[in-house]
């Protein structure tokens, strides 16, 4: 081919992939926009399903490697995750658990039935120690989620002596025959979960005085401060959380708020986790971008009787809730992951970020093999999700600063659905880091972008990756693990306080400037 004719072609090649105009993002590094906390990027593991046997707990027995009794794949995933805080045993599970079912030896343990989640036994082999073994192992907090619904205050304020007391009780030296001399440090507890809901079908008053008997009672001992997360509310149902706030605001830390995004918006037919449309791609990506205005409606409610913002609004639940995959039990909940869900999780976590005067917690539900997980397993295959990616990309921000960004975003639209095509968040960490995520949701169209900062003297590219592949749909399977997987990422450039970016259609990049 000659040369010139060359050129042609690649100029026409060019040419028919669809690129925006320039968008300039101005970055306003002076004012401070508070504090990400990095417990925002919490997760959640219930007794549901696959989830924690065997995708956390095979025994030690098991002919999956594995460390003490834990699938040596998923921690060495879990480790390098970095994830701050992990949530326990429920979800509804928790209204039905009673915690002295799961501690002591595990041959003498009783076979309990997990009524909520396919009517299953559970041997409670994993149980309170195993839990908070497995959260030193992966280095992150424990987050303890206590029965409201079918116990007693009694029952929580044991469970907190037993803990975290370190003089001598009978509950104490029971803590130390089963083999833990040194209390534990515990913040972290959620007193009931969707108490309106499978967590006993309260009215709000109702709850709140439960909530109030058991806050009375679970006391902080030995020095161990309890952070009390109060059952909240779903979606935009803001009379609930106007009830709690006035009634019991002064006792609790947090109040929790659940929002699935469900793919069609109809819980008997939600829509598939692969082989969607992309049309059933857009919608989905605009319903789960509704957390805002919950944050939001919340956030106002609270306002009324917390002005200061002392109380926390904790995202204990969320992320795409699709139909199961074919062929396994429904009530196990188990999905796949696509390139979606990543976006999905980015532009949530972006949500979560610019509401940090009150979202300090949240929890994506839920780690492993349920729901919007991010490892999935099989037999002794594991696979990372691209869940697992944008969890992994957005660690550059656990607990920077948040650096405000004034742009306009192109619009994303697709058959009568628009969007903003881009969004992101930028922070400094305290060692003077800058870090960018950003996300082109646009399934086809890649946007040029300009950063524009007051100062970047002295700082450059210290690293720079993608997440991205040929389709929305796209996933990992155990054959072909790397399908979604983060690649480095050469369309940036940093000259005279101005980051370049060319951000290619349904992309999500992490950059960091040092
Ligand atoms: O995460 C699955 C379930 O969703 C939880 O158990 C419950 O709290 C919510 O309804």
New binding site residues.
């Given amino acids: 081919m000659k040369r010139t004719g060359f050129l042609a072609i690649l100029v026409i090649a060019l040419l028919t992939i669809p690129v925006s105009s320039q968008t300039v993002i101005k970055v306003n590094q002076e004012d401070s926009a508070g504090i990400i906390s990095k417990h925002i990027f919490g997760q959640?593991s219930?007794h549901?399903g696959r989830g924690i046997y065997p995708g956390i707990w095979v025994g030690e027995d098991s002919e999956i490697p594995n460390t003490e009794g834990y699938r040596t794949d998923v921690l060495e995933a879990l480790q390098e995750l970095q994830i701050p805080n992990i949530r326990w045993p429920?979800?509804?599970?928790a209204d039905d658990y009673n915690w002295r079912d799961g501690i002591g030896p595990r041959d003498k343990r009783p076979v309990t039935l997990n009524v909520?989640w396919g009517q299953v036994p559970d041997d409670n082999s994993f149980g309170t120690h195993e839990f908070l073994r497995f959260t030193d192992l992966i280095n992150a907090e424990p987050y303890l989620s206590v029965n409201v619904g079918s116990s007693t205050p009694k029952e929580m304020s044991d469970w907190v002596e037993y803990l975290t007391y370190d003089g001598e009780t009978s509950l104490t030296k029971m803590r130390k025959e089963n083999g833990r001399e040194e209390p534990w440090e515990i913040k972290f507890w959620g007193i009931g979960?969707?108490s309106w809901?499978?967590g006993g079908n309260m009215t709000p008053e109702f709850y709140a005085d439960k909530y109030k008997q058991f806050a009375t009672y679970s006391r902080n001992l030995s020095g161990n401060q309890l952070y009390k997360i109060a059952s909240g509310m779903y979606n935009d149902v803001y009379s609930w959380t106007d009830t709690l706030m006035r009634k019991a605001g002064n006792m609790m830390e947090a109040i929790s708020l659940?929002y699935?995004t469900i793919p069609t918006g109809d819980w008997g037919a939600k829509g598939p986790s692969i082989g969607f449309s992309e049309e059933e791609y857009i919608k989905t990506i605009q319903a789960s971008l509704r957390m805002d205005d919950f944050i939001v409606g919340h956030s106002e409610v609270m306002d009324k009787y917390d002005p200061e913002k002392r109380v926390v609004l904790a995202v204990d639940?969320w992320g795409i809730w699709t139909d199961p995959l074919e062929g396994t039990n429904g009530g196990f909940?188990e999905q796949q992951n696509s390139l979606r869900d990543a976006f999905l999780a980015s532009t949530t976590f972006d949500i979560f970020a610019r509401h940090n005067e009150r979202v300090k917690l949240a929890n994506i539900?839920?780690t492993v093999n349920?729901?919007q997980a991010m490892v999935l397993t099989s037999e002794d295959k594991m696979l990372k999700t691209p869940t697992y990616h944008a969890f992994e990309f957005y660690t550059v921000h656990y607990d920077a600063e948040l650096l405000p960004m004034e742009f306009e975003s192109p619009d994303y639209t697709n058959s009568d659905v628009t969007i903003p095509a881009l969004h992101g968040t930028v922070s400094k960490s305290k060692n003077g880091q800058i870090n960018i995520t950003l996300t082109n949701l646009d399934a086809s169209k890649a946007h040029r972008l300009t950063l524009n900062f007051d100062d970047l003297s002295g700082k450059s590219i210290s690293s720079a990756r993608i997440l991205t592949a040929d389709n929305v749909n796209a996933h990992n399977t155990f054959d072909n693990t790397d399908i979604v997987s983060p690649a480095g990422f050469n369309g940036v450039s940093v000259s005279n306080n101005e980051v370049s970016v060319n951000l290619p259609a349904k992309s999500l990049v992490v950059i960091t400037l040092n």
């Fill in positions: 959640f219930e549901l429920g979800g509804c599970y909520f979960n969707e809901g499978c659940h699935y639940e909940l539900a839920q349920v729901l």
